[in-house]
């Protein structure tokens, strides 16, 4: 299927061979020893891989730990990192609370399902640890509210993992729009083409012995192991994920809530079709949200303007003077319908990243928040979580943006956390 070629496509992309503008060029230069950064990871699917990878790149990383609940992640892992770290000293761990207990440990990086996410990011806080989080934040709005309280109450570091941030299209974009050069922005429309696959029939079975399926379960619901809801399709279950839409939500929704910031959320109103075989998230879904003085709208095609169809993913900001479409890699400007391929006259005003992980070793170093931080990730990750509870609820939602609840909707109010399993709530 289309969505599962473009997501091991996006992971290939950013692996260490084709790395382009998300680490830092220098990597040959010597580090003292008293200036490293002791890094653990937790999950070790693709992303986590791609994680490992990435910090095994930076000199002044070592990376001392590794952790997994399926047994085959861990031993390939620990293989592929002695590959490119011979003579590492990383230990292995299927239980992420041992990497926490340990006082030698810097930082984190999280690259589990989505409904483990929050958990374990607020406990590392909680464990004085820095944390670089995969996307999307949390897998609800209480667990973004938990993190950002315990980040701060600890005095933590955090990055999200939305590693196209760190690229030079998505800052210059941000430059052109906050220019003023399209004038005052009243539409963005954001788009994902794709559907999960037809998964068929449930398969359960005991799980292989080599996975810790009731840890691998954790919060989310008590459930018979099935092959088709584990590694990698977990995404199309919405007790662990939230399907194409939360997959991509914050990769490209990213670039227009940096370029805009809007403020005043009042409405939510989400429509789609289920999925096909046993997946319960949407095979398409399409999202209106209602700001004070501004709409954004997201869709499961490209919108009908200029330059979308070519696009399976992307962003087009409607100015008073003009539009801007771009996606991960490219943008176009139009004013008064008229393509403007030079734009110089917009100055350079964002300082370009060092490259997304390098960007929170320097944070962790300098004790500030990098580019993606929690405050920053959940405002972007909360129109995500909302757009999913008006989809399951199949009704349009209105939004108190100030209180962070819905106004008049106790059953959507509900949906704002997930109850973890007594067993695995360990905040």
Known sequence: MEL???????????????????MLPGL?????????????????????????????????????????????????????LETLRPGNKAQAYKDFRHILDRKDIDAITCATPDHWHSQIATLAFKAGKDVYGEKPLSHDVRGGQEMLKNLNRYDRVFQLGTQI?????????????????????NTVRIWKTGFP?????????????????????????????????????????????????????????????????????????ARGEKAEGIT?????????????????????EPPNVPGAAARGIGA?????????????NTHEVRIGGELVPDLTKVPVSLERSPGHQQNFVN?????????SNLEYARELTLPMHLGLISYQLGRKLYWNDKREKFIGDREANNLLSKEPRKKWDLI
């Not at 699917?45 to 997994?68: K, Q, S, T």
């Not at 087009?316 to 991960?328: A, P, S, V």
């Not at 944070?363 to 580019?371: D, F, G, N, Y």
């Open 165 to 185: 941030h760190a690229g030079d299209n998505y800052h210059r974009v941000v430059e052109l729009v906050r220019s003023g050069i399209l004038g005052k922005i």
């Open 280 to 300: 319960d998230v949407a095979k398409w879904m399409d999202v209106d949200y209602e700001y004070e003085d501004l709409n954004i709208f997201w869709t499961s």
């Open 28 to 80: 040959v230069r010597k580090v003292a020893a008293s200036d490293r950064l002791r890094v653990a990871h937790i999950g070790l699917g693709g992303m986590g891989n791609a994680h490992m990878r990435w910090f095994a790149a930076i000199p002044e990383v070592d990376i001392v730990a590794l952790c997994d609940v399926d047994q085959v992640h861990l031993d390939s892992t620990m293989k592929t």
């Open 363 to 371: 944070a962790v170093k300098s004790r500030t928040q990098p580019e």
């Open 197 to 269: 696959p037809d998964l068929g029939l449930a398969a359960y079975q005991q799980a292989p012995p080599n996975l810790d399926w009731d840890m691998w379960l954790g919060p989310a619901p008590l459930s018979d192991y099935a092959p088709q809801k584990c590694h990698f399709n977990w995404r199309y279950f919405s007790d662990y994920g939230g399907g194409v839409f939360g997959d991509f939500w914050s990769h490209i929704a990213d670039v227009v809530y940096w370029s805009i910031q809007p403020k005043g959320l009042k409405s939510i109103s």
């Open 316 to 328: 087009y900001f409607e100015g008073e003077n003009g539009t801007l479409i771009c996606d991960y």
């Open 4 to 22: 599962n070629s473009s997501r091991r496509e996006f992971i290939r992309k950013t692996s260490i061979a084709g790395i382009g503008v998300f």
